[in-house]
């Protein structure tokens, strides 16, 4: 808005500001229900043999990591193991903040556009299969 498109008004004033106040309740309302639909409490993965998993709490921290006992007796591959699952909770997150972020914005800003660009394919694909689930 240019200086000559400010109401100087305060009447005007104050329904712009009723005006944002509405918007950015509707946002909110709109945020609300998007992270009930998409689930966005926690994100959990698993490895490939089930044996190992990384749950990670709203905020996209590692809350939990579960290993069974055959997994523990190979204790040389755990570490790797249990990094590449952070890794891949990590782009799971990322991906569902990703796609409440875009409905949020529609096509103002294109975010998984940037989701797409910046994160490898092989964990972007792992991502969307978590999210299948």
């Known amino acids: 808005m240019s200086d000559r498109e400010r109401p100087t008004d305060p009447e005007a004033m104050m ?26 409490e926690a994100v959990e993965v698993f490895s490939e043999d089930g044996r190992v998993r990384v ?9 939990e990591i579960g290993i069974d ?9 755990l570490a790797p193991t249990i990094t590449a699952l952070i ?17 949020l914005v529609g096509d103002k800003i294109d975010v998984m556009g940037m989701i797409n660009r910046d994160m490898p394919d092989h964990l972007r694909d ?8």
């Open 15 to 40: 329904r712009r500001l009723e005006q944002m106040q509405a918007e950015a309740e509707s946002m909110l309302a709109k945020f609300n229900e998007l992270s009930e639909q998409l689930g966005a």
């Open 55 to 63: 749950k990670l709490d709203a905020d996209g921290k590692v809350a």
């Open 69 to 77: 006992e055959y997994a523990m007796r190979a204790r040389q591959s």
């Open 87 to 103: 890794q891949e909770a990590t782009a799971t997150h990322a991906l569902k903040m990703a796609q409440m972020a875009q409905a």
């Open 126 to 133: 792992r991502a969307r299969d978590n999210l299948d689930r």
